[in-house]
């Protein structure tokens, strides 16, 4: 089967997020995935208020960088036209799903601590636009939730540090809907120090798991976002 096929295409991304990467593809990642982060993604968070002022759901826009954007989208142009549209690439989509499920979708959201259970996602596709990969997929809240005199916290990020998830600059956090009397304030990672940031570059792309002590750094490397309503 030809390496440029839809088929091995999908195959390769759903390795890609889960880590399980043989050594013939990961010969042909792109050198940027080779070190760890693997992956680089610009995120947008938007946290929905029904119309009682209640939280119902939760949208991740994942822009992920030009070098995994370039090797995801190879063999999803179905038509040969040198567009993709948001059908051709809906199943990569379906893999990005997929994977992420074993993951929490990289999201945990908490109300003054406790833990805020998630449905299965919706209205999920990717678009590719001025040469980037950006994937929109929606979480709503198992039930709708009163944050009003309480702390909403939203965090968005891979523990794990196989991709290197960071709040964009512009537009960040997003509070839609019925929002009033809410404010969000936005907390980024640090910076890693250069030795850290060398021990991780040596990890390969077939490797999740990271040692005890980078993993207790990677695991602080937290974006959040923090909600309170009067």
């Given at each position: 089967?030809?390496?440029?096929?839809?088929?091995?295409?999908?195959?390769?991304?759903?390795?890609?997020?889960?880590?399980?990467?043989?050594?013939?593809?990961?010969?042909?990642?792109?050198?940027?995935?080779?070190?760890?982060?693997?992956?680089?993604?610009?995120?947008?968070?938007?946290?929905?208020?029904?119309?009682?002022?209640?939280?119902?759901?939760?949208?991740?826009?994942?822009?992920?960088?030009?070098?995994?954007?370039?090797?995801?989208?190879?063999?999803?142009?179905?038509?040969?036209?040198?567009?993709?549209?948001?059908?051709?690439?809906?199943?990569?989509?379906?893999?990005?799903?997929?994977?992420?499920?074993?993951?929490?979708?990289?999201?945990?959201?908490?109300?003054?601590?406790?833990?805020?259970?998630?449905?299965?996602?919706?209205?999920?596709?990717?678009?590719?636009?001025?040469?980037?990969?950006?994937?929109?997929?929606?979480?709503?809240?198992?039930?709708?939730?009163?944050?009003?005199?309480?702390?909403?916290?939203?965090?968005?990020?891979?523990?794990?540090?196989?991709?290197?998830?960071?709040?964009?600059?512009?537009?960040?956090?997003?509070?839609?809907?019925?929002?009033?009397?809410?404010?969000?304030?936005?907390?980024?990672?640090e910076q890693l120090d250069p030795g850290t940031?060398?021990?991780?570059?040596?990890?390969?792309?077939?490797?999740?798991?990271?040692?005890?002590?980078?993993?207790?750094?990677?695991?602080?490397?937290?974006?959040?976002?923090?909600?309170?309503?009067?």
């Open positions: 089967m030809n390496d440029n096929s839809p088929n091995v295409r999908t195959h390769a991304c759903l390795l890609v997020w889960v880590a399980l990467l043989s050594t013939a593809i990961v010969s042909i990642l792109p050198q940027s995935a080779m070190a760890h982060p693997h992956i680089l993604i610009d995120a947008h968070t938007e946290i929905m208020f029904n119309a009682a002022g209640q939280v119902s759901e939760v949208t991740n826009v994942w822009d992920f960088d030009d070098a995994f954007s370039a090797f995801a989208i190879q063999g999803y142009d179905a038509n040969d036209d040198g567009l993709l549209t948001r059908q051709e690439l809906q199943p990569l989509a379906e893999v990005n799903l997929k994977s992420l499920s074993d993951y929490n979708y990289f999201t945990r959201l908490t109300i003054d601590g406790t833990a805020v259970p998630l449905g299965n996602p919706r209205s999920y596709f990717d678009v590719f636009k001025n040469e980037k990969l950006t994937l929109q997929f929606t979480l709503p809240l198992a039930k709708p939730l009163n944050v009003h005199g309480r702390t909403l916290q939203v965090e968005v990020y891979d523990p794990a540090y196989f991709a290197a998830i960071t709040f964009a600059n512009e537009h960040p956090v997003q509070l839609l809907g019925n929002s009033a009397g809410c404010d969000s304030i936005v907390h980024r990672p940031v060398a021990r991780l570059a040596v990890i390969p792309a077939d490797q999740r798991t990271l040692p005890p002590d980078l993993f207790a750094i990677t695991n602080k490397l937290v974006n959040a976002t923090r909600v309170t309503c009067k």
